[in-house]
């Protein structure tokens, strides 16, 4: 349980820089014995080579500063709370246990005291209680997965003076550990799981798809061995119903394992309990390029190689990155050639994704000769074939990007009354499928075309609550981006699409577990995936102006900065290859933004920017 707010905080910081020797001690205020007490402060982000420990109670402390310290301690980078325990009885440490949960509050507990314990009579002076009080905004739970968590927070911590010592120490607390905003930042950061899709198609090439399950772990406190931890315990609860291992199941790091690191040509030796001794090559290179994928930005130079070890110590497997790349791919293993868009004669055209062309192509075919008028499209991820939408919403069409090549008939139809109760732009997934949601308010869907062709299968959606207003799939196949509309108000939510056998040829998908990943926000506008597990966003929060940013799947905010702002953006288009730039529609035409520059200009007319997906 962290701290933050306008006291001070005692802590000892150890700079790990060889040659740093700096070691700070902070002040202690004095405290007194009742009354409420004010949050402490929260400690500015450190740099990534100082670590922070904090100090164990002093003899005689009152219990406002038991408190407090107590809170202090959880925000340090103690790789056990060895220095929280000191603050706690004996049977209190035992019985609790850190690990539960992370809950993330605005600004941290504020703790209140109250004289007397619950159950105990008033007036006891040899017992305190404080109630630690704040706005919650998330929990990360003990399978380190983040989920937003708004309301209000409120537990009880219980003091009590052992008669052994005479020292105030606390025998009852919540589980799990509680903190700030920025201490959580500080403390923690995210990394990205990698599992096989169960249900969604190989990427190019053959290779197997990956998805990624982003997770929180102590960003000082081994992140490696806490990753690597994670990753064998296998995908977190929301994704497990689409997503596997290739670890056995009951896998586990060996018994005399602590802790693990990369040697000085950044391979990192792995040594397993005995449930992987008899795993065959295949199997243990699968899971060779899970760990490398998992591991691979989490260091300062990263985890270029791995060897799986026996339980008996001997050799299971090695790979490296060049092979891995071979067995795996993350999204769909290739990198966009174009990123497209609708131009003032209302064409569909392209423009090299790696270069700073602004002289816009008509794509080859049908959809890029002007005969069928468009307002929106979308291209597949081998870009092979695109679907345009009509300009009045109506028409679903679908043609292959081949010079000559024709467009049939609509393959959908919305009956809705307006262009805005029509048809959305339409997303295809790694299998080639197409999405696309009909806003017809007498008869909204989700709808699915195999190959983006026949007749379009409904999709179950037993959860969703409101109008589909945009629709786009991950390139993994097994998660998929929605902005809802529901009484006026816009929100983002991402869902699994889980599959069956389905009726009569066609398939039966649902989409389940659709969680909010923007609940701070009352619109949201336009969006796209930027990433394994990030997408980037257009929106703004209650009678607030228009904001660009990024958000996790999870709905938690990745490190770094928001996209420079921009003011009347309509849609946006991201690559989940992020070194692409993002491509944007604005008051100001079809603008980009490349990684450490300004959006520039590319066309005045131009709408509904796309890269392939």
């Known amino acids: 349980m962290g701290a933050e707010g306008g006291g001070r905080r005692r802590a000892l910081r150890v700079g790990a820089a060889i040659g740093c020797g700096a ?6 205020a004095s405290m007194p014995d009742s009354g409420d007490l004010r949050g402490v402060e929260s400690t500015p982000r450190q740099d990534a080579q100082v670590r922070v420990f904090a100090m164990p109670p002093r ?14 301690a959880l925000t340090s980078d103690d790789p056990q709370y060895e220095t929280a325990r000191k603050y706690l009885t004996a049977g209190a440490s035992r019985a609790w246990n850190p690990d539960r949960s992370t809950t993330v509050l605005s600004d941290g507990p504020n703790p209140v005291a109250a004289r007397a314990a619950v159950g105990r009579q008033a007036g006891d002076e040899d017992a305190y209680t404080y109630t630690l009080t704040g706005t919650r905004l998330a929990v990360v739970d003990a399978q380190h997965a983040y989920a937003p968590d708004a309301g209000t927070y409120s537990r009880t911590v219980h003091l009590t003076l052992e008669k052994k010592t005479n020292q105030w120490r606390i025998d009852a607390l919540p589980q799990g550990v509680v903190m700030g905003r920025s201490d959580f930042q500080r403390n923690y950061v995210s990394v990205n799981k990698y599992y096989f899709a169960t249900s969604a198609p ?5 290779r197997l798809s990956t998805v990624a399950d982003p997770v929180y772990v102590r960003s000082k406190v081994d992140p490696v061995t806490s990753t690597v931890r994670a990753l064998l315990k296998g995908p977190t609860r929301w994704l497990d119903p689409v997503a596997t291992s290739s670890f056995p199941p009951g896998t586990a790091l060996g018994k005399d394992v602590t802790s693990l690191s990369p040697d000085d040509q950044n391979k990192l030796s792995v040594p397993l309990n005995d449930k992987a001794d008899r795993v065959g090559r295949t199997q243990c290179a699968r899971m060779a390029a899970q760990l490398l994928f998992t591991l691979q930005g989490l260091t300062p130079t990263g985890v270029s190689q791995v060897e799986l070890q026996r339980s008996n110590g001997s050799k299971l497997c090695d790979l490296n990155e060049e092979r891995a790349e071979i067995i795996a791919a993350r999204g769909t293993g290739t990198r966009p050639e174009y990123e497209y868009f609708i131009d003032g004669r209302q064409r569909l055209v392209r423009l090299p994704s790696n270069s700073s062309a602004t002289e816009p192509e008509p794509v080859p075919g049908a959809l890029g000769d002007g005969i069928k008028r468009l307002r929106a499209a979308a291209v597949s991820r081998d870009e092979d074939k695109a679907a345009g939408v009509s300009v009045d919403g109506r028409f679903l069409y679908v043609g292959s990007l081949v010079s000559g090549a024709s467009v049939g008939d609509a393959v959908l139809t919305s009956g809705g009354a307006s262009a805005d109760d029509r048809l959305t732009t339409p997303s295809w997934d790694g299998a080639g499928d197409l999405w696309v949601a009909d806003r017809d308010p007498g008869h909204p869907r989700l709808l699915l075309l195999q190959k983006g062709a026949g007749e379009p299968a409904e999709v179950r959606t037993p959860s969703l609550d409101g109008r589909v207003d945009a629709v786009r799939v991950a390139a993994d196949g097994v998660r998929i981006a929605l902005i809802v509309e529901k009484d006026g108000k816009t929100s983002l939510r991402i869902g699994r699409v889980q599959r069956d056998g389905g009726t009569g040829g066609r398939p039966g998908v649902s989409i389940l577990g659709l969680h909010s990943v923007t609940p701070q926000l009352e619109e949201v506008t336009a969006m796209s995936w930027a990433g394994d597990s990030r997408l980037v966003l257009v929106g703004s929060e209650a009678g607030g102006v228009q904001q660009i940013r990024y958000v996790q799947v999870d ?17 946006i288009a991201a690559s989940e290859d992020e070194r692409l730039p993002l491509v944007a529609y604005s008051e100001d035409g079809i603008v980009r933004l490349s990684t450490g520059a300004q959006w520039q200009k590319v066309v005045k007319a131009g709408t509904a920017p796309v890269y392939p997906g």
């Open 23 to 28: 070691v700070l001690l902070a002040g202690c």
């Open 59 to 72: 003899e005689n402390a009152v219990p406002a500063e038991i408190v407090q310290g107590f809170l202090e």
């Open 202 to 206: 190989t990427a190019a090439g053959g």
């Open 555 to 571: 709905g938690s905010t990745p490190t770094g900065n928001p996209p420079t702002s921009l003011t009347g953006v309509k849609q």
